[in-house]
């Protein structure tokens, strides 16, 4: 067990006890405040905006609202405020996004935490602004957000973004990092607070991704930023060396067909052009679905079968091998603060989903631009089973930051890892 500092991981711990005691039904449920329960999020008007948004400042507040915070079956004291604000696109033109903002029950310094869920969704239902009200019956949504609740038991305020949109662009890079930083600016407009505020950021799997890439696009996106560190887990760094190793498994490969329809949407891909009947069907079922819906939906489901003559893979199709090499991790810039960066390993490649040797260079990579970094990779341990041991280092990784403790690395022990060099783009 870590230590948390300043006595808040025994606090965290106490909260996460009682959220799962009271999910449980072991105790008695927490008045709320009172809050309006918003509609489903695709009947939602708060989630459209149709003005031109061009002149518009990234991370400007369009409107907010109050919203609960709360469990399925159960609601809470905490204050919670939804924020649709601006922010901008893959092809760096402005959209907007929404965000959760969460305050602490007891008050004290401020100390921000964007807390990137992974949500890993195609459909809004499981966008976190929904799911946080307590419409949810995904284990992992209720896990992440009894996290979250430890946090705010430890003093923190908590900033929680659907990164992925409004169009739900699962694992697109750099719109999920604007949309995180947009996510923390709104966050401090709306709480009344300076840029001077101490921020950090943390997520695993799907989370990893605004995180890694937000780290990465602070430095010229939003240099105004206190940021001073970042946690992420399980991280997809070079999704063309992922595709070949869920391909044909029992547990993953449902997220084939996932990607295919988040890259259609945020690149626009023809792919009538390529899929095969099978594909087309695949990519029609899984469009409105959450990761749990769809991730072992399809078991031994191979790459090769999503498409038709003459492409034998994804890959194949320049477009979409184009689409894959803009969000290879690593490439939008050099973080200036702390990273931990984590995976697990429970066979050669890695934790069943995430390759460990990616993570591993994208460190490496980051060490030799002189950025601190904490490289751990959880031997044993699958993709689900290292949320844990990761949730646990962050803590104490983003407790050690907000108190100023200078950042260890162990950057000379990592290895080169992977080559993350871009796929080669096919002829036509």
Same mark, same amino acid.
């Given at each position: 067990?870590?230590?948390?500092?300043?006595?808040?991981?025994?606090?965290?711990?106490?909260?996460?006890?009682?959220?799962?005691?009271?999910?449980?039904?072991?105790?008695?449920?927490?008045?709320?405040?009172?809050?309006?329960?918003?509609?489903?999020?695709?009947?939602?008007?708060?989630?459209?905006?149709?003005?031109?948004?061009?002149?518009?400042?990234?991370?400007?507040?369009?409107?907010?609202?109050?919203?609960?915070?709360?469990?399925?079956?159960?609601?809470?004291?905490?204050?919670?405020?939804?924020?649709?604000?601006?922010?901008?696109?893959?092809?760096?033109?402005?959209?907007?996004?929404?965000?959760?903002?969460?305050?602490?029950?007891?008050?004290?310094?401020?100390?921000?935490?964007? /807390?990137?869920?992974?949500?890993?969704?195609?459909?809004?239902?499981?966008?976190?602004?929904?799911?946080?009200?307590?419409?949810?019956?995904?284990?992992?949504?209720?896990?992440?957000?009894?996290?979250?609740?430890?946090?705010?038991?430890?003093?923190?305020?908590?900033?929680?973004?659907?990164?992925?949109?409004?169009?739900?662009?699962?694992?697109?890079?750099?719109?999920?990092? /604007?949309?995180?930083?947009?996510?923390?600016?709104?966050?401090?407009?709306?709480?009344?607070?300076?840029?001077?505020?101490?921020?950090?950021?943390?997520?695993?799997?799907?989370?990893?991704?605004?995180?890694?890439?937000? +780290?990465?696009?602070?430095?010229?996106?939003?240099?105004?930023?206190?940021?001073?560190?970042?946690?992420?887990?399980?991280?997809?760094?070079?999704?063309?060396?992922?595709?070949?190793?869920?391909?044909?498994?029992?547990?993953?490969?449902?997220?084939?067909?996932?990607?295919?329809?988040?890259?259609?949407?945020? /690149?626009?891909?023809?792919?009538?052009?390529?899929?095969?009947?099978?594909?087309?069907?695949?990519?029609?079922?899984?469009?409105?679905?959450?990761?749990?819906?769809? +991730?072992?939906?399809?078991?031994?489901?191979?790459?090769?079968?999503?498409?038709?003559?003459?492409?034998?893979?994804?890959?194949?199709?320049?477009?979409?091998?184009?689409?894959?090499?803009?969000?290879?991790?690593?490439?939008?810039?050099?973080?200036?603060?702390?990273?931990?960066?984590?995976?697990?390993?429970?066979?050669?490649?890695?934790?069943?989903?995430?390759?460990?040797?990616?993570?591993?260079?994208?460190?490496?990579?980051?060490?030799?631009?002189?950025?601190?970094?904490?490289?751990?990779?959880?031997?044993?341990?699958?993709?689900?089973? +290292?949320?844990?041991?990761?949730?646990?280092? +962050?803590?104490?990784?983003?407790?050690?930051?907000?108190?100023?403790?200078?950042?260890?690395?162990?950057?000379?022990?990592?290895?080169?890892?992977?080559?993350?060099?871009?796929?080669?783009?096919?002829?036509?």
């Amino acid at each position: 067990m870590v230590a948390f500092g300043s006595g808040a991981l025994p606090r965290m711990i106490r909260a996460l006890v009682t959220a799962a005691l009271l999910l449980s039904g072991s105790t008695a449920a927490i008045p709320a405040a009172v809050q309006a329960d918003p509609p489903p999020a695709a009947a939602d008007s708060f989630y459209d905006y149709d003005r031109p948004l061009t002149t518009t400042a990234p991370g400007a507040v369009l409107r907010s609202r109050p919203a609960p915070f709360a469990f399925p079956k159960l609601s809470t004291p905490i204050t919670s405020t939804q924020v649709l604000y601006r922010t901008t696109n893959q092809q760096n033109g402005p959209t907007a996004a929404v965000t959760t903002v969460l305050r602490p029950l007891v008050p004290g310094p401020t100390r921000l935490l964007s /807390y990137h869920m992974a949500y890993d969704a195609l459909g809004s239902q499981c966008n976190p602004s929904s799911t946080l009200t307590g419409r949810t019956d995904s284990p992992g949504a209720i896990m992440e957000q009894a996290i979250i609740a430890g946090y705010l038991a430890a003093g923190f305020t908590v900033v929680v973004p659907d990164y992925e949109g409004l169009d739900l662009e699962w694992t697109v890079g750099r719109q999920s990092g /604007y949309a995180a930083l947009d996510g923390i600016r709104a966050a401090e407009q709306i709480l009344g607070l300076p840029a001077s505020t101490p921020v950090a950021m943390t997520g695993y799997s799907g989370g990893s991704v605004p995180t890694e890439w937000g +780290a990465e696009l602070a430095p010229h996106y939003a240099p105004e930023l206190a940021l001073i560190g970042a946690a992420a887990g399980g991280l997809p760094v070079h999704l063309a060396h992922n595709l070949p190793y869920v391909s044909g498994s029992a547990n993953w490969a449902g997220v084939i067909p996932a990607m295919v329809v988040s890259f259609r949407r945020a /690149y626009g891909l023809d792919t009538a052009a390529f899929l095969s009947e099978r594909g087309a069907q695949l990519t029609a079922a899984v469009e409105s679905l959450c990761l749990g819906q769809f +991730a072992k939906r399809y078991p031994g489901l191979t790459d090769a079968e999503m498409v038709r003559a003459p492409y034998h893979s994804l890959l194949d199709v320049p477009a979409a091998a184009a689409a894959v090499n803009d969000n290879i991790m690593g490439t939008a810039g050099t973080p200036t603060v702390p990273l931990l960066l984590a995976v697990g390993q429970n066979d050669p490649i890695g934790d069943s989903v995430m390759v460990a040797r990616d993570i591993e260079a994208l460190a490496h990579q980051h060490c030799g631009r002189g950025v601190p970094v904490t490289y751990a990779r959880y031997q044993h341990h699958d993709h689900i089973a +290292a949320f844990a041991r990761f949730q646990a280092e +962050a803590a104490q990784f983003l407790a050690d930051r907000f108190a100023g403790t200078p950042p260890t690395t162990n950057c000379a022990s990592i290895g080169p890892g992977n080559s993350l060099a871009p796929v080669p783009i096919p002829a036509g």
